[in-house]
T-cell receptor, first 111, second 116 residues
Framework: KQEVTQIPAALSVPEGENLVLNCSFT??????LQWFRQDPGKGLTSLLL?????REQTSGRLNASLDKSSGRSTLYIAASQPGDSATYLC??????????FGAGTRLTVKP | NAGVMQNPRHLVRRRGQEARLRCSPM?????VYWYRQLPEEGLKFMVY????????ESGMPKERFSAEFPKEGPSILRIQQVVRGDSAAYFC??????????????FGPGTRLTVL
């Protein structure tokens, strides 16, 4: 059974700091791994999608890595800004309908 | 192109009443997925539907819950005789085809159900 764990559950940093969010999963047989952003009262926005054959993806100040053998992914956010404050969710996909989410990391970036 | 739309955004029901949650997928999308998010927990898959067909309902409780995606109109998630434990945020997502390893789903803003 696929379990997805995100650490830490909450993180507060000053503006400008670089930070790393962690995601671990128990079953390495995955299609892909995605990082989403969830703002309060809103839906999920896809940030980065890493296919199972890939090692990392980058978009702007965001970089996500994937190590299938160890069941880990990290989301690196460079030069954090107050607008980055949100909950970040990691999700692994095993099939069209089997997508498992972590509980999220709630990030606060203080001005 | 409007995104995935869900209504209502907030729904309050008393125990024993019925809740109907609607999801209009993005234009051109014929695949719909429903997820439930309990407080302080991750999203959990409930059901995957294609037009007029339920493809996978392995995540949906066997009793009181049902889902449909008719040929015309939105997808409906129906909860009969709601209980307090049904209070959660219900998210709908859509995709234009069966999701592969390069595809993403597009999520709606969610419906927050509160059962009094």
């Amino acid at each position: 059974k696929q379990e997805v764990t995100q650490i830490p559950a909450a993180l507060s940093v000053p503006e400008g700091e670089n930070l790393v969010l962690n995601c671990s999963f128990t079953d390495s047989a995955i299609y892909n791994l995605q990082w989403f952003r969830q703002d309060p009262g809103k839906g999920l926005t896809s940030l980065l999608l890493i296919q199972s054959s890939q090692r990392e993806q980058t978009s702007g100040r965001l970089n996500a890595s994937l190590d299938k053998s160890s069941g880990r992914s990290t989301l690196y956010i460079a030069a954090s800004q107050p607008g980055d404050s949100a909950t970040y969710l990691c999700a692994v996909r095993r099939s069209s309908s089997d997508m498992r989410f972590g509980a999220g990391t709630r990030l606060t970036v203080k001005p | 192109n409007a995104g995935v739309m869900q209504n209502p955004r907030h729904l309050v029901r008393r125990r024993g009443q019925e809740a109907r949650l609607r999801c209009s997928p993005m234009k051109g999308h014929s695949h719909v997925y429903w997820y439930r998010q309990l407080p302080e927990e991750g999203l959990k898959f409930m059901v995957y539907l294609q037009k007029e067909n339920i493809i996978d309902e392995s995540g949906m409780p066997k009793e009181r819950f049902s889902a449909e995606f008719p040929k015309e109109g939105p997808s409906i998630l129906r909860i009969q005789q709601v209980v307090r434990g049904d209070s959660a945020a219900y998210f709908c997502a859509s995709s234009p085809r069966q999701v592969s390893n390069t595809d993403t789903q597009y999520f709606g803003p969610g419906t927050r159900l509160t059962v009094l």
